[in-house]
Every structure is written in structure tokens, then in C-alpha cells.
């Protein structure tokens, strides 16, 4: 997959140099291209931002930097475009369902803004010519898209094929589509069988693969219930079992 990101800050994606993401970038799976909007501002200043028309506080990013980084990244494949994603509190919530939907693509390019936000324009302008997509990482606002960047750049890849060691691992994810779809992962344990008196629930060192399964999803009910009562008023009657309706 190739993921192209416009910033006035490249120095933020240092972190993608490293761990899983970092491998992936080493093994070819993930081709990042970072870019300066700055080299795309010519005055003297390199300014990349303006006042708001109609007024209010802040400064809003020009379309005119923008539109030259643009056409400059898109001229690499002028016939499939790629999917354009802007992050913004202002934008649809990121999910495990989007970050799967663009784990699909072939090319990503990603915009963060400083500031108020990018010009309308610019989103109108390239909207006309391909998809783009509005993205928020969660209901809070962040000095800049960059870290949203990170996030999703970091959910996407480790969707990639042979990103990820195990690959079981994403399966039971929280969110995950599957029996466990919108349950969060209960706890997880690991040796010793017991740490300053606590001990691993007997079950898990039973071998009975059938009550574990049953545990695991007690657990992540109760979770769900605790820490995200919304998640579970939304399941389908259907998808709960009997035993789970006793909870
Ligand atoms: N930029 C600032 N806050 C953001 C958020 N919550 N999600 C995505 N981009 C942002």
C-alpha cells in the first residue's frame, strides 16, 4: 500500500520508523512518501495560513499551498486516484470498520491541518475528482491532524497481509467483525500462574477450549456492560445466546 501524507510537520511521522509499522515500511508492505506543504508557499515566509473570512479566532490553511502539494502527489498516478483523508474533529468517527474499508485501498494520501482547518475549497476541489473523506479520531480537539494521522496510519497497517505475526491476532480485536463484533477483548493473562497473590483464572489453565470460549465472551460482556453500556444496547437481540441474556 502506498500512504502519502502533506504536513507542515514530516518530522511528526519519525514513529513510523519504528515497531510493526516500521517493519512493514522495511519490508515493502508500506510504501509512506512525506511531504513538506511549505515547499508549495512561496513567499518570502513560506506562509501556509490566513485569516478567516465572516471572522472568529484562529487562522485558516490557503488553498493555494494545498493545491500545488496536491497536483504534485496525484500527478504520480494520474488515472487511479488515491483516497483522500482529512482529519478533522469535524469529520465521521474513525472505526475498525473504516480503518478495514481502507486497508483495502491500494493508495492513501492524508492531509492534516493546522490551525482552524484547511480552506472548504480544497475539499470541494479534489472532491469533484476522487474520493474524500473527512475523518475524526474521537470527540476531542488535538493541536493538529498529524498524531490522527499516526493513529489511522498505525490501525491501517497492522491490517495489512504479513503485518502482523500472528494472523489471529487482528481476529480477536475488539470490534472485530465476528461473533465478538462490537464486544470489547475481556482481560488476558500470561505466566506466571500466580503474581503477588493474584492467580490466573483456573479456567484459562483447564485446556477446555469449549468453556473458555464461553468465559471469554462472559468477560467481554461484563467489559462492555462497565465501559461501554452504549455498545451493548446496540448488539442485535439475535446476536446474544441464551447464556448471555442470563449475564
Ligand atoms: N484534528 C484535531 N482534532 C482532531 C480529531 N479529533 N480527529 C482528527 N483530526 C483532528
Known sequence: MRVDVISIFPEYF??????????????????VRLHQLRDHAHDVHRTVDDTPYGGGPGMVMKP???????DEVLAADPTAPPRMIVPTPSGVPFTQKLAMEYAAEPWLLFTPARYEGIDS????????????????????????????????????GRLLPGVLGNVHSAVDDSFAPGAMENLLEGPVYTKPPEWRGHEVPEILLSGHHGRIARWRRDQALRRTARNRPELLAALAPQSLDKHDRQL
Request: charged letters at 30%; hydrophobic letters at 50%; zero cysteines.
Open 14 to 31: 519519525a514513529p513510523l520508523d519504528v515497531s510493526l509499522i516500521g517493519k512493514a515500511r522495511e519490508r515493502g508492505i508500506l510504501d
Open 121 to 156: 475549497r480544497v475539499m470541494a476541489e479534489y472532491g469533484a475528482r476522487m474520493r474524500v473523506d473527512e475523518v475524526s479520531i474521537g470527540d476531542y480537539v488535538l493541536a493538529g491532524g498529524e498524531v490522527a494521522v499516526l493513529v489511522m496510519i498505525e490501525a491501517i
Open 64 to 70: 493555494e499551498p494545498w493545491g500545488e502539494a496536491l
